[in-house]
């Protein structure tokens, strides 16, 4: 099996496993018990905050636990904006994962609006366009939210400089994370960002936790009540052992960051596009344009269907995807694609491969021998 998939979720480190077993097994108190057992993992648990926080650059209790990012993402969008109940506009971009997406139409049922910010070529926001929205709007934003990293092409926007535009204007600034959080050094410190929304599994920690930082000074209303947990902002007993699974992660992700495995990776991503684009006529790279996360190609096939490509890359062992996993078995080409101004032609032909640290040459060298004859047997059958 050659997995191309690590957007949607990756292996989890050994040593990941490793310590959630020994948390189910040693750890398994619950970490708001007075007793000394209760205690004991209550230590276990801010270790692992301090972990989470040494990667992201912020203070360990900025940091909220939660079920992973698609709770983080509701819990900044609806905690945020409650907290600022007059402001009822939310600026966001057209190109936003899912876990946005739908809360802001929710939000917008209840009264609220959304407005898209334009991008540029290749899925840049337009930060003039920005800047003239934040006028006009300013008295009634109530949050701007925009991803970090995009999670099917890996482009990524200039965050830093749009919070501190954000900050000039006194409205809150949430980023989701998901796709940029272990992939690229981030130091929350020296930004004007309000809060940050990451999934575990993302950077090969455990699934079903994940976190929210919202920084010292921004307001948030808890949303999920029942308990005085992770400081009265997220009721519910802790999952102690995949934060302390997460908190590993974090570690090892810091590590990563501070060794020559980026470059790597970036080098066999590289390899990958640029000789599909060479061995495949008519191949398009998808945000191209913009600077991009190092793992993730975004690559259109003009006329061909995404589904039926990863089919047959299936039955060759390649695992691969046409965007969000969310979306998967959808006959619709990807909206983010067509929200960035990709034909239809192509957005329809258009398949996701993202590598991971633990991606091997040999892998791409396979990969490399089983994907154009792919391609070029499917483009065989088109009507001439």
Known sequence: MIYLDNNATTQPAEQVVDAMLQAQRQWWANPSSVHRFGQQVRGQVEMAREELADLLGCKSREIIFTSGATESNNLALRGMTAARPD?????????????????????????????????LTGGLVDTDAFAQLLNEHADDLGLVSVHWANNETGVIQPVEQLAVMCKEKGV??????????????????????????????????????????VRSG?????????????????????NSPGIIGLGVAAQLAGEYLASD??????????????????????????????????????????????????????????CASAGAACSSGSLEPSPVLLAMG???????????LSLSRFTTEQEIDQALEIIPPAIERLQATLPQ
Request: neutral net charge.
């Open 261 to 318: 495995e980026p470059a790597r990776v970036a080098s066999l991503r590289d390899r990958l596009e640029n000789t599909l684009l060479q061995r495949i006529d008519g191949a398009v790279v998808n945000g191209v344009e913009a600077p991009r996360t190092s793992n993730t190609t975004n690559i259109g096939f003009p006329h061909l269907e995404s589904e039926a490509i990863l089919i047959l890359l299936s039955e060759k062992q390649v």
């Open 87 to 119: 402001r009822r506009i939310i600026l966001t971009t057209a190109i936003e994962h899912s876990a946005i997406r739908e809360p802001c139409e929710h939000l917008a049922e209840q009264g609220y609006r959304f407005v898209h910010v334009p991008l």
């Open 342 to 352: 990709v034909p239809e032609p192509v957005a329809h032909g258009s398949i996701r």
């Open 218 to 238: 921004a307001r948030l209303v808890p949303q999920q009540r029942g308990g005085p947990q992770e400081r009265e902002r997220r009721g519910g007993t802790e």
């Open 172 to 213: 809150p600034f949430h980023t989701d994370a998901t796709q940029s959080a272990g992939k690229i050094p981030i130091d929350l410190a020296s930004t004007a960002i309000s809060a940050l929304s990451l999934a575990g599994h993302k950077f090969h920690g455990p699934r079903g936790v994940g976190a929210l930082v």
